[in-house]
């Protein structure tokens, strides 16, 4: 999968999902871009945004777009709060579609 890292996800999650290939919206040339503008640029170019942004789901409108949203829920996005998640972030990259939001972590039900 390919894999765009959101802002406010840790960089050091990058290493943790190597065997997917994974790029930080720096490395993109997206920075500072709102959440509506980098789902746009992302589309064609990545399959999954990755992200800790628990709004993306009710402020974007997701049903129908070719990139998947994955949401991290989280204590914080501390890097230390972030790290047990990875293995559910990695299960879901396993099977997740376009146009599906998909959330793991301490407040996924």
Do not use: W
């Amino acid at each position: 999968m390919r894999v765009l890292i959101d802002e406010c996800v840790p960089r050091k999650v990058k290493s943790s999902l190597s065997m997917h290939e994974c790029t930080t919206v720096q490395e993109a040339g997206f920075g500072g871009k709102q959440n509506g503008d980098l789902l746009a640029l992302a589309e064609g170019k990545f399959d999954v945004f990755l992200t800790v942004d628990k709004g993306i789901q009710y402020q974007q409108s997701l049903s129908g777009r070719p990139i998947a949203v994955l949401i991290i829920r989280a204590a914080s996005n501390d890097i230390d709060d972030i790290l047990p998640h990875v293995p559910d972030c990695i299960a879901a990259l396993d099977s997740i579609q376009p146009g599906r939001v998909v959330v793991v972590g301490t407040s996924a039900q």
